[in-house]
Structures are given as structure tokens and as C-alpha cells.
């Protein structure tokens, strides 16, 4: 199964280690294929740069513990092709969702909750922990 994790979740994974989500993330990573898009990555540097500037090592040694495969997000997005959602920021991240044709989508952002997507499945890491691991 392939599942992408939303940069919310990174963060809190990569930042506050040893957390709930810190250990979830690590056996996703190692029991599935995890997918993270061009960017995530990029998104996850920036809220570091900004929110959390002297943790950014600890950010990159998480990431460092994860096995994952990197997609490609275009830079251009017609957001005509895709559901609608809320916040027009987020269209990167479901493009790259929907393009990579990941299984799920792990996101703590309710914007992506009512979507009505066959594939990815969307759910939090929560309902994930319940359904798969």
C-alpha cells in the first residue's frame, strides 16, 4: 500500500519525537510504502525555517529514519481537474496525492476531510492506526 503523510503531521512527528505521532510514522514508514511529495518537502522546510528554526536538525534526522519515495508536484495546477476544496494552498498537496495514485492520504487537515474521492483514501493518522497498523 502506498500512503503519503500530510506536512502537518510531519512536523509533529519530526519535531516533537517520541510523541504518539512520531511512532506511527515510523511504522507506516516501515510496513508500507510511504510517499511524500516535492512539496511536502518544501513546505516542511518552510514552516521549519519560520516556526521552528532550532529544531530543523531534529526535523532532518527524522526524515533521514524514513524510507519514502519522492513525487513530483507540478508547479502549475488547474484546479478545475480536481475536487474542490477550501484552502486553494492545498491543491498542490492533493494533486500530488491523486498523481502519485497513493492508496491514502494521512492529513490533520480538515479541508480535505469532505472531499468525495474514490482514491486516495483520506483519513487521519488516528483512523489509519485503527484500520491498518
Known amino acids: 500500500?502506498?500512503?503519503?503523510?500530510?506536512?502537518?503531521?510531519?512536523?509533529?512527528?519530526?519535531?516533537?519525537?517520541?510523541?504518539r505521532t512520531s511512532?506511527?510514522?515510523?511504522?507506516?514508514?516501515?510496513?508500507?510504502?510511504?510517499?511524500?511529495?516535492?512539496?511536502?518537502?518544501?513546505?516542511?522546510?518552510?514552516?521549519?525555517?519560520?516556526?521552528?528554526?532550532?529544531?530543523?536538525?531534529?526535523?532532518?534526522r527524522f526524515l533521514a529514519r524514513l524510507s519514502y519515495e519522492i513525487a513530483y508536484t507540478p508547479l502549475e495546477i488547474d484546479d478545475d481537474i480536481y475536487p474542490k476544496i477550501r484552502d486553494k494552498k492545498d491543491y498542490p498537496i492533493?494533486?500530488?496525492?491523486?498523481?502519485?495514485?497513493?492508496?491514502?492520504f494521512i492529513t490533520g487537515d480538515k479541508d480535505f476531510g469532505g472531499l468525495d474521492l474514490e482514491r486516495p483514501e483520506i483519513m487521519t493518522i488516528r483512523d489509519f492506526d485503527k484500520k491498518y497498523l
Do not use: H, Q, W
Request: net charge neutral; charged share 25%; glycine share 2%.
Open 1 to 19: 500500500m502506498r500512503v503519503m503523510i500530510d506536512t502537518n503531521l510531519l512536523i509533529s512527528a519530526g519535531v516533537f519525537a517520541g510523541k
Open 23 to 60: 511512532t506511527l510514522t515510523l511504522r507506516i514508514a516501515d510496513k508500507y510504502n510511504l510517499v511524500l511529495s516535492s512539496r511536502i518537502i518544501d513546505e516542511l522546510r518552510e514552516v521549519m525555517e519560520i516556526k521552528f528554526p532550532n529544531k530543523k536538525s531534529c526535523l532532518e
Open 94 to 104: 492533493l494533486a500530488s496525492a491523486i498523481i502519485a495514485d497513493v492508496d491514502v
